[in-house]
Nanobody, 114 residues
């Protein structure tokens, strides 16, 4: 089993920055990839950024160049959110894939005021 806990969300003005953290516990050495998804009210959950165990990263088109993803160690994942826009407002979820099973955190709210 794998547990994921997000932190770092909050209220920020447009143009500002936030850093989200995700701490994993359990079978952390079985993690193949980790990432961040977000879900705005009334919309589907979409991928924001992903990092593989080899360190390759991808970003969604809407955040490319603004939201770098990084992994500090086997259990800690970050999302640095820069130049935030009102449309970035959403609940952000940490994701991990281990042994072909997807795991999710409970999410952290990010609200960007314009």
């Amino acid at each position: 089993q794998l547990q994921l806990v997000e932190s770092g969300g909050g209220l920020v003005q447009a143009g500002g920055s936030l850093r989200l953290s995700c701490t994993a516990s359990g079978m952390i050495y079985s993690i193949c990839s980790m990432g961040w998804y977000r879900q705005a009210p009334g919309e589907e959950r979409v991928r924001v950024a992903l990092i593989t165990s080899a360190g390759f990263t991808t970003n969604g088109d809407s955040v490319k160049g603004r939201f770098p993803i990084s992994r500090e160690n086997a259990s800690t994942l970050f999302l640095q959110m820069n130049a935030l826009k009102a449309e970035d407002t959403a609940v952000y979820f940490c994701y991990a894939e281990a042994r072909y099973i997807a795991y999710w955190g409970r999410g952290t709210q990010v609200t960007v005021s314009s």
